[in-house]
């Protein structure tokens, strides 16, 4: 026997979730700039092909994490606009 | 310390320090919410945002595989410039990751990874296979938590990713018993088990139970339920736990130096628990943890099982000596 109430907490719950992921999500993004630098300055002058692989892995990482954000940010709107018509 | 040391270490640094676990630990909320959305819209036609939480998760599984590769090819370029010796857990936890492909959104493990493979695979000068041929576990140790980022016990407390089955087959599973058996000094014993532990975090708990205790045959008991793949992944659980726990220990964060005031803490109780342990799989571990260069040794392949099993091990020895608790499986 469920009301509307249950419904609304159950997705705030998950909402929660997504928040707590969405939040890691940002401070790795955070954390692989940093990384990036750090390894650009390290690596500064390196032509070899690991070197560049790497850089080149990094970036790709980076770019999945943005869409990673980005879906998430089109979910959460999602579950909100279905709370917002109980 | 050489400069090409400090480079060494430097990169290494950098590359423990990926945010692996993060995303990870992201995975584990995405998938925790993505179960609840679907049990509230099991009979409604409104998708609720699943479909795009599903795309989310693709998204950040690629972008840890892209971390993994990366960590795969800084190891590489670190053989080349003949950091071998000097690769802190080169030959151990390199070769106890997990394999992954270069294809993006490849959450699913492969049967042929089996990780019996990984040592002998054709390798590129100095030893080091070359990244297309063998994957990264490494875990990113915190040092420094950013907000949002989980703690290290925190992340130990998840299963490494939200779509682990359990059902699947274990091919590495003979071998991984038989190591196991090997380093605990235990008498192998045929056949599979029939209930196996297939989360790293609850192995990591079970097997540190047993450290904790001391008792040998208990703690060969856990290991040997243990999927393949589950006990390899202990090798990406562990560095940020040890490194947390050896620093309460020492009382500041691990060092260099503090490399033989740690070996006099820790060897005898981890010996006692695998005597079958080879010495330099410790020793790397520490130094590891040391953040410092292990002791220059002729090459040899490690095995894969050898530094996943002892950083547990230590784990637990640790956490029961400093009386901490490692934190129970999240119930949601």
Partial sequence: MSSVAELKAAIDAALAQIGEGQAAVQAAGEKLAEAQQTLAGALEGSGHESVTAAHSSLAQAGQELQECLAAVLTAVEQAELYVSTL | ?332
């Fill in chain 2, 1 to 332: 310390m050489s400069l090409i040391e400090e480079l060494a270490v430097r990169l290494r640094a950098a590359s423990d320090e990926l945010p692996v676990a993060a995303i990870l630990a992201a995975l584990e909320r995405f998938g925790t919410a993505a179960e609840q959305l679907r049990r509230v819209r099991e009979s409604s036609a409104d998708p609720m945002g699943v479909p795009e939480l599903g795309a989310a998760v693709e998204h950040a599984e690629a972008a840890s595989h892209a971390l993994r590769v990366a960590q795969e090819h800084l190891a590489a370029y670190l053989a080349a410039i003949g950091m071998v010796d000097g690769d802190a857990g080169a030959t151990g936890e390199r070769d106890g990751r997990e394999p992954v492909r270069q294809r993006p959104h490849d959450g699913q493990r492969q049967p042929e990874d089996d990780p019996r493979r990984a040592p002998e695979q054709p390798q590129t000068r100095g030893g080091t296979p070359r990244p297309e041929q063998v994957g990264a576990a490494r875990p990113a140790p915190q040092r420094s938590r950013p907000a949002g980022e989980p703690a290290a016990a925190d992340v130990a407390a998840r299963p490494l990713t939200a779509s682990r089955k359990t059902t699947a087959p274990d091919p590495a599973g003979r071998w991984w018993r038989e190591r196991v058996a090997e380093l605990t000094g235990s008498p192998a014993q045929s056949g599979e088990q029939h209930e196996q532990t297939a989360d790293p975090g609850d192995l990591l708990r079970r097997v540190a139970r047993q450290a904790r205790s001391g008792d040998r045959d208990r703690l060969h008991a856990e290991l040997r339920r243990a999927r393949t793949d589950a006990g390899l992944g202990l090798a990406a659980l562990t560095p940020p736990l040890l490194r947390e726990l050896c620093a309460d220990l020492l009382g500041h964060p691990p060092r260099g130096q503090d490399l033989p005031r740690l070996r006099r803490e820790v060897d005898t109780a981890v010996r006692s628990l695998l005597p079958g342990l080879p010495a330099p799989v410790l020793e790397d571990v520490l130094s590891r943890v040391c953040r410092t260069p292990p002791p220059r040794r002729s090459t040899t392949a490690g095995n894969p099982a050898d530094p996943a099993v002892a950083s547990a091990v230590l784990t637990g020895y640790l956490a029961g000596r400093l009386n901490r608790d490692l934190p129970e499986r999240r119930r949601d």
